[in-house]
């Protein structure tokens, strides 16, 4: 593999974590903590939102990023021919 | 059959289980100690790291400072879950390329420099002796209420256990074991929260049961903050931190879980790069099933520990209340003398005209947190045999953590002390048997602070945290994803990030520059930014990143083969096992 492809590669890479980590930001610090209170002024069944995203949907949303980053990685290493053989 | 004969029979089955495992798995070389000969199947692999990751502190003490904390337990959800998505993201498949066995060798090797290995070496023992600690601690209480034999002999049965299997079957024995325990604890988890969640509102899922209707209309959560408020505690939903400090405890139980080498090492064991991104989904979905099942079990906990004892008359309590008085972690004084329990905030002033009101003469019982899991079946009486399962399920969750630390411990000296500085002729048969002394050494320490637990334990591991927060996170995500970055940089990044973290701790927490322990309560007020030393390792971090980039671009680029290195690292291809060089 040459160096541009190196870096295109790189580049992408990049990209996928700082939205993946975005989300990440935005679920945990964001819903769970920074907004938790006014999301708290909402219900969902007997949940208080910004609480159920503190001890509930985060981890959610975490699991499932995991997952699409693999998803993802695995994809961009066949199209850029650097995945193991 | 009583519950003792129960715990005699499931912890003795799952221990020949291990046991049985260890012999059938045994290492025969130094890779196969380390890291299992880098063959799991990530799924194994997945379940595995799911062990090792969940301790004792996950299994037994979590649900239960949640129960008492309400919201702000969720620093520990948030931060040890969202933690793992850093390492996940960030770390797992490059230090997978990077294919040696530890976290001193890639900081060693990246930073060309012993200096740099030495200091790695120095905070993975660190960290890891605080927590193993903390596992045999656990293993002790649950052998002290259960089988009501003395600590001193629950820890040395606990001990020679892992001594077994972690010393004989090295990464690979405790890679097959972590499985079974895996299986275990997540059963012994969740039967008892199931049946909790169908007991209190009639839905057998208890993530979902956790914002369900109780028997008389209302919702749990609505319940339960109507009970705290009662008794001047702060309502369940809401919590008491800042949310700052809530902020910053989350950052650095992120960055710091992140760090932690016993989980980093895991990831070394799978074949490819792709099976460490894929292991590392299937663990934390196995983890997510305790951690999201957690905070129900912390509510439901609450709600039943206020219901049953609170002015209730002592004559009248059930039987696990007397059980839990005889170990010392359950104790009432009845400071009225009105024969009743009363369980209330004494700490709220503007509580305490109400409490007078009812006669009431101060908080009447202390509970330790961490036996709120263990007791949960019995206040909710469920069957016996179920209750022997949580102790099976917590001896599971402490041993199998302890022995992925010993493993760390082992390697840390036999192979980044010894063969890489101070003896580098070793065959690897010496190194083999030095791995060995090293675990049982290891294990023996561990067992000695098992029965002699330090008071400051909870303070060390905080400590701990906020130290791998400030010195490994940014040296290793730098060491990746800053070409740039070298040796001057990442130094004075971790020295300058230890040292902070260390000097706000001893001021803090110890109280060392004030005139001790009683003077810590008094410093509140003057936190930097109002943030606890618990989350002060995200300041630290922060800093130190900050630092270590200022000082890379002041001096020299690292040499050629380094930032070839890092090239290399990038992509996956040509990842071979994990080599010894």
Known sequence: ?85 | MSVQTWTFILVGITFTLYIGIAIWSRAGSTKEFYVAGGGVHPIVNGMATAADWMSAASFISMAGLISFMGYDGAVYLLGWTGGYVLLALLLAPYLRKFGKFTVPDFIGDRYYSNTARTVAVFCALLVSFTYVAGQMRGVGVVFSRFLEVPITQGVVIGMAIVFFYAVLGGMKGITYTQVAQYCVLIFAFMVPAIFISIQMVNNPIPQLGFGGVTADGSYLLDKLNGLQTELGFSEYTSGTKSMLDVFAITAALMAGTAGLPHVIVRFFTVPRVRDARRSAGFALLFIAILYTTAPAVAAFARTNLINTVNNTEYEQLPEWFGNWEKTGLLSFTDKNGDGKVQYYNDKNLAFSDIADERGWKGNELTIDRDIMVLANPEIAQLPNWVIALVAAGGLAAALSTAAGLLLVISTSISHDLLKKQLRPNMTDKEELFWARVAAAAGVCVAGYFGINPPGFVAAVVALAFGLAAASFFPAIILGIFDKRMNMQGAVAGMVIGISLMTFYMLKFKFGIFDGGKEAVAGLTDSWWFGISPEGFGMVAMLINFFISLVVSRMTPAPPEHIQALVEDIRIPRGAGAATDH
């Open chain 1, 1 to 85: 593999m040459n160096q541009k492809n190196h870096a295109l590669y790189w580049k992408r890479n990049l990209r996928y974590l700082a939205i993946l980590l975005s989300i990440w930001f935005v679920v945990s610090f964001g819903f769970g903590i920074i907004l938790a209170e006014p999301l708290n002024a909402f219900q969902i069944g007997g949940f208080p939102l910004g609480f159920w995203f503190a001890q509930q949907g985060a981890i959610y949303v975490f699991v499932i990023l995991i997952f699409v980053y693999m998803y993802l990685m695995n994809k961009l290493d066949l199209e850029f021919d650097v995945d193991e053989k």
